[in-house]
């Protein structure tokens, strides 16, 4: 490390600092932090989540502790105010830290709690958002794409600055943690970050248009006795991509009522029927499912109820209740082929 200014030594002006440990802004501290903490939790009796290295979980006569870290923010909770009050104490003795109150405001994203449950959103992010693009005098729209739009890579000319392109659209997929009626469109969109063109950024502008009017939407989570109930829709748009003919497989995922996971993403290769874009689109949602249960089931909320899935698809329904080799589908990968 260089020497930092006011404390240069004058006989050594050009040598360079040895550090013996990881400092704030090295590329290594948020790696060597999470180990140091990570270390700390395990030696007092807690688990680190297999499905979620940052979720530990703490389980003590009938005392229950969720922690989810993400580099230096912590949320934490719990069935036992006493045991988190008795555990927050215990990490301020051995750790420099300031204890927030209620959860309220975590990484961009505003909670509010009600009699009626938890809502989630980015109030304040996408107000910021608006005005940092100076388009927060933009006359709102009522959807965040047309039906008659198709993006290529050869729609309209260069854009001869690409930055404020890629600032835009990398700041909409940080929305998009409680915006999923953005998911798809965002997704689109973010294909063209190498080459933009000015249609590209017209569609960007369309979806801050959007936001201008939907600023108050977020995510409701409400307490339901459903709640281990899995249910999942999945649907692909075969040979939806004008340019490389790819699918796009689009899925949510709900607890219950809850609206908990969601997914937008071009299929890796070209599907050769609507049959087999909407199979592989079922397939990666099950994947996704089956990490969802594996939360809950370290949670302590198993999913004994067999999981619902709904696509609309017939053929690629049958392929899932009988996935033997057929002459129209037997070129399918078979990693495809587990659920």
């Not at 007092?44 to 940052?54: P, V």
């Not at 923010?73 to 300031?98: P, R």
């Not at 999942?232 to 995922?253: E, H, K, M, V």
């Not at 619902?308 to 899932?320: E, R, S, V, W």
């Amino acid at each position: 490390m260089r020497q930092p200014r006011g404390f240069i030594h004058p006989l050594f002006p050009t040598h360079l600092c040895r550090l013996r440990k990881a400092i704030y802004g090295l590329k290594q501290a948020p790696r060597a932090w999470f180990h140091r903490f990570s270390s700390f939790l395990l030696s007092h009796h807690f688990t680190c989540s297999k499905s979620d290295n940052s979720l530990f979980i703490f389980r003590q006569n009938n005392n229950v502790i969720y922690l989810l870290l993400y580099v230096d923010d912590i949320i934490i909770t719990g069935n036992s105010s006493a045991a988190i009050t008795s555990f927050i104490q215990l990490v301020a003795q051995h750790f420099a830290m300031k204890d927030l109150g209620d959860f309220h405001y975590f990484l961009g994203v505003q909670a509010v709690h009600s009699a009626k449950g938890l809502f989630l959103s980015q109030h304040k992010y996408v107000s910021d958002l608006l005005f940092r693009f100076h388009l927060h005098t933009l006359k709102s729209v009522r959807t965040p794409l047309t039906t008659r739009t198709s993006l290529s890579l050869t729609d309209g000319e260069l854009l001869a600055d690409v930055t404020e392109y890629r600032s835009m659209v990398g700041a909409l997929q940080y929305l998009t943690l409680t915006r999923p009626d953005i998911t798809y469109v965002v997704h689109l969109v973010s294909q063209f970050m190498h080459a933009p063109c000015t249609t590209h950024l017209f569609a960007v502008k369309r979806i801050f248009r959007y936001l201008q009017g939907t600023l108050d939407h977020g995510l409701w989570l409400q307490p339901t006795s459903r709640a281990t109930c899995v249910i999942a829709y999945s649907d692909a748009d075969w040979a939806g991509c004008p340019d490389t003919s790819r699918s796009t497989t689009d899925f949510p995922l709900f607890l219950g009522s809850n609206l908990v996971s969601w997914k937008s993403k071009k299929q890796p290769t070209v599907s050769k029927s609507s049959t087999e874009a909407e199979y592989r689109a079922i397939a990666y949602t099950v994947k996704d499912t089956l990490h969802v249960r594996s939360v809950l089931f370290e949670l302590g909320y198993p999913v004994t109820a067999p999981v619902q899935l709904f696509c609309d698809n017939i053929y690629a329904y049958y392929l899932t209740a009988n996935p033997v080799q057929h002459a129209r589908s037997k070129h399918i990968q078979i990693d495809y082929h587990f659920v």
